[in-house]
């Protein structure tokens, strides 16, 4: 093999994902795999496809070789359960020489093709755990459906906690997950924490009567902003925007993410509709644009399992966008306000955190500093390339444990 800029041998990496490509943990892993092959190392993500069902799309993107399978999946099972897509994956990928396997999460999709690799080819398996599926409080019982809540979370859990012992390394997003993880039994020397960093270099801070101007938005006034694909607690956002608008009048609320019929009959009964912009799903590329036009980010997290489990991807692109954050005092959220400065944590009630929006919504200048503190750790603390020469230690010990 070749040399490195790390000084250690090229490595070939393969990325199993169970999302839809750049959705949730796909950011996860093409953020990583950017930065090992910034390193000379070469990263292949496979993730399924958000519409081919029979045949692949391959490309390369920023050195990554981007793999989005075919699924024949639909709405929320398209996230990693397609038989045809395990098969074609196990199938695809055995033939190819990989150094490690890198499987984000149990899904199927998963499992089954990194569970092949490393008995057939003897190829080191490390496992990533991002988010906490099932048990108690798991995300599968904030799902809708009681088919989805209730039917679905043994095999969820089943998955989640029964296999990963097989892995040489399991690789762990939060704390939470940490002592998850040691309560199954996985020795503490093969459990490493890798939190999720910062993307500095997609996101950056952008002018904010710009960016207000390109998205037809008035150039004046305090101005909140939620993002995101899964909105567990956007709830909680809005009718904290209600209590923080009460006292601030002329707030407006940005909503950027899947068009979400309840929050909208919730807009409608507490009399927002003039007040809150739904601007739908958007290209990843669009979203530093809305960040940019926002002077406070919401980032709500009600104090459950699922939440205590997570490391929000989003949490750093919020640093990066050089924005103060309003949260919650959830999992590893804790350490990294009271540390850092970069927001307030409030309480879960609407009151609670419609206060801590509206103080700083009502004081533009200590959210401005506490923005440019958000943007100064991003890069000195959690951009994704201090994370790399950890996840390759990780690798390098899961080969010696292989050998």
């Known amino acids: 093999m070749s040399g490195t800029s790390d000084g250690g041998p090229r490595l070939r990496v393969l990325m199993l994902n169970h999302n839809v490509v750049w959705r949730s943990t796909f950011f996860r892993a093409f953020y990583l795999a950017r930065e090992l092959a910034d390193l000379g190392h070469e990263a292949t993500i496979a993730t399924i496809s958000a519409s081919r069902r029979l045949r692949p799309q391959t490309y390369e993107l920023e050195n990554v070789r981007i793999v989005e399978t075919p699924d024949l999946g639909i709405g929320l099972a398209r996230t990693g ?171 407006r609320l940005l909503l950027v993410g899947p068009r979400n019929r309840e929050a909208a009959r919730l807009v409608g009964d507490l009399g927002l509709s003039g007040a809150v912009t739904d601007f739908g799903p958007r290209p990843f590329e669009e979203i530093p644009t809305f960040l940019g036009a926002a002077d406070v980010l919401l980032l709500p997290m009600s104090d459950n399992l699922m939440n205590r489990a997570r490391g929000p991807i989003k949490l750093g692109d919020y640093l990066a966008a050089g924005r103060a954050i309003v949260a919650n005092p959830v999992g590893d959220l804790v350490e990294i306000f009271e540390r850092d400065d970069v927001g307030l944590l409030a309480g879960e009630t609407p009151e609670s955190y419609g206060a801590a929006i509206a103080a700083l919504l009502g004081d533009r200048d200590r959210a401005d500093r506490m923005g440019s503190r958000a943007r100064a750790v991003a890069e000195e603390r959690y951009a994704w390339r201090h994370l790399a020469p950890a996840l390759l230690d990780v690798y390098h010990g899961a080969q010696e444990a292989s050998s």
């Open 81 to 251: 359960w397609d038989p045809w897509d395990t098969f074609w994956r196990c199938r695809r990928f055995l033939g190819e020489g990989f150094d490690i396997v890198h499987g984000f999460d149990c899904r199927p999709v998963v499992l089954a093709p990194s569970l092949l690799l490393s008995r057939r080819r003897r190829i080191p398996w490390v496992s990533d755990w991002a988010d906490c599926w099932g048990g108690e409080g798991g995300a599968i019982s904030q799902r809708k459906s009681w088919v989805g809540r209730v039917a679905f979370r043994p095999l969820e859990t089943w998955l989640e906690e029964s296999f990963r012992h097989r892995a040489r390394a399991v690789t762990v997003t939060s704390r939470t997950l940490l002592e998850r993880a040691i309560g199954l039994g996985l020795p503490r020397s093969s459990v490493h924490y890798l939190p999720s960093g910062a993307n500095v270099r997609t996101v950056t801070v952008r002018d904010r009567a710009e960016c207000r101007l390109s998205l037809g938005l008035p150039v004046d006034g305090p101005m909140a902003c939620f993002v995101g694909w899964v909105q567990y607690d956007l709830e909680l956002a809005i009718r904290a925007f209600a209590v923080a608008r009460a006292g601030i009048p002329g707030a």
